[in-house]
């Protein structure tokens, strides 16, 4: 019901947009949040954006160089990353839990999941 997309190659200190869309309401009346996981380490949260666009959560490592927002009339959900780093390199995820509007505890509980896109940082 998520999908993902935007992925790609990209050297460091480049950009990426990544989009989050779905075919139903699942994305306009609740919360979305990005995950990533690379190789051998557990999923991170990233960002989240609640459904009115009012709540914005980042982790830390992304915070100043990544930016989600929202476009209910698209059904879409964006992370644009910039001064992307090697350490950024993982499959990105984007994640609902069909039951917030706030991203509160939204490290947990989502039961959405799209499939992933693939972003590698890399000179």
């Known amino acids: 019901q998520l999908q993902a997309s935007g992925g790609g190659l990209v050297q460091p200190g480049g950009s990426l947009r990544l989009s989050c869309t779905a075919s139903?309401?699942?994305?306009?009346?609740?919360?979305i949040a990005w995950f990533r996981q690379a190789p051998g380490q557990e999923r991170e949260g990233v960002s989240c954006i609640s459904s009115g666009s009012g709540m914005l959560k980042y982790a830390g490592s992304v915070k100043g160089r990544f930016t989600i927002s929202r476009d209910n009339a698209k059904n879409t959900v964006y992370l644009q990353m910039n001064s992307l780093r090697p350490e950024d390199t993982a499959v990105y995820y984007c994640?609902?839990?069909?039951?917030?509007?706030?991203?509160?505890?939204?490290?947990?509980?989502?039961?959405?999941w799209g499939k992933g896109t693939q972003v590698t940082v890399s000179s």
């Open positions: 139903d309401s699942l994305l306009d009346d609740y919360a």
């Open positions: 994640a609902t839990s069909g039951r917030r509007r706030l991203c509160l505890n939204w490290n947990n509980g989502m039961d959405y």
